[in-house]
């Protein structure tokens, strides 16, 4: 089993700037890929970001490029999601998952076998 757990959510203003933390602890051996999620009250969840943990291949879909990057630290066995510009539209439960599948896509949040809790979002204008 692997656990996930996710801090540095908050509040923010327009324009600010986030980081958020993912630690995995437990049999993280295969785990490939893990990504970041969000989800605003009555919305569907959506993918913000993944990497891929042996080789660091990042996808950011262009709905947050420019804005979002993710990163890990695999002696720490945590992974980063760095928000910057923040904007309203980003206030949403932001989600850790973590995946052992080959490929992992965004499109989906089906395709993960373990999630965290969430770390709440809210930025203001």
């Known amino acids: 089993q692997v656990q996930l757990v996710e801090s540095g959510g908050g509040s923010a203003q327009a324009g600010g700037s986030l980081r958020l933390s993912c630690a995995a602890s437990g049999d993280t051996s295969d785990v490939l890929c893990m990504a970041w999620f969000r989800q605003a009250p009555g919305e569907e969840r959506e993918g913000v970001a993944l990497?891929?943990?042996?080789?660091?291949?990042?996808y950011v879909p262009d709905s947050v490029n420019g804005r979002f990057a993710i990163s890990q630290d695999n002696r720490k066995n945590t992974v980063y999601l760095q928000m910057n510009r923040l904007k309203p539209e980003d206030t949403a439960m932001y989600y850790c998952?973590?995946?052992?599948?080959?490929?992992?896509?965004?499109?989906?949040?089906?395709?993960?076998?373990?999630w965290g809790q969430g770390t709440p979002v809210t930025v203001s204008s």
């Open positions: 998952a973590a995946s052992r599948a080959r490929t992992c896509y965004l499109h989906s949040h089906t395709g993960y076998d373990y």
């Open positions: 990497i891929y943990r042996r080789s660091g291949g990042t």
